[in-house]
Every structure is written in structure tokens, then in C-alpha cells.
């Protein structure tokens, strides 16, 4: 079975930071794009930021450019979401997402995502 787990979520004052994670299992995710999604209470899921398989490209929303880093370190198949300068509205459940096409992570038509992690930014 494969999966996507989340971790890291939490509840963190406005300013700052939390570091989130996603591990892989049940399959080998070599040469997969992987990105984070986020959906706050009442609105639609929102692409967060992307990277590639080799790390060298990377996609981000204006809205966290510039606060968030996205990375992944590939010999344990994990990807993280360095998460700085959070605001009130960066609250959400976090996906993380794979595919083997980096325009389908970043467009949300990936063919695999975690159950979620629960970030909260409280003002």
C-alpha cells in the first residue's frame, strides 16, 4: 500500500515557525516530484510549493514566498515544508503529495496524497 505520512503540525503563535515532513513507504517514489497542499476550514485546497525529483527546481505560491522552503532529501525519500513568519492565515491541514510529473503536483492533479497534518497559527 502506498502512503504518504505527514508530520510536524502544530500550534505556534503568529511569527513562527514549524518544520513539516512527509516519508514515504509501500513504494519507491525515485524520480517523483512531491509538493504540500493546504485547505483551511471552509475553503479550497491550495497549492503550497513544489520541488523536483533531483531538488534543483522549485515552485511556491506568492502567498508563502519568500516565509516558506520546500526540500527533500532523496536517499530517505522524504520531503520537508520549512515553514517561517507564520501568519493567522497560514492555518490549515497540510497535504503532502507525490507524482511523477512535477506539473501535476503543482497543478493538484497528483496521484498520491497523505491524510494531512494540522498547522495552527494562533494571532
Known amino acids: 500500500q502506498v502512503q504518504l505520512v505527514e508530520s510536524g503540525g502544530g500550534l505556534v503563535q503568529t511569527g513562527g515557525s514549524l518544520r513539516l515532513s512527509c516519508a514515504t513507504s509501500g513504494r519507491t517514489f525515485s524520480g517523483y516530484a512531491m509538493g504540500w497542499f493546504r485547505q483551511a476550514p471552509g475553503k479550497a485546497r491550495e497549492f503550497v510549493a513544489a520541488?523536483?525529483?533531483?531538488?534543483?527546481?522549485?515552485y511556491y505560491a506568492d502567498s508563502v514566498q519568500g516565509r516558506f522552503t520546500i526540500s527533500r532529501d532523496n536517499a530517505k525519500i522524504l520531503v520537508y515544508l520549512q515553514m517561517n513568519s507564520l501568519k493567522p492565515e497560514d492555518t490549515a491541514v497540510y497535504y503532502c503529495?507525490?507524482?511523477?510529473?512535477?506539473?501535476?503536483?503543482?497543478?493538484?492533479?497528483?496521484?498520491?496524497w497523505g491524510q494531512g497534518t494540522q498547522v495552527t497559527v494562533s494571532s
Open positions: 520541488i523536483n525529483w533531483s531538488g534543483d527546481t522549485t
Open positions: 503529495a507525490a507524482d511523477d510529473l512535477a506539473s501535476r503536483v503543482v497543478d493538484g492533479r497528483s496521484n498520491y
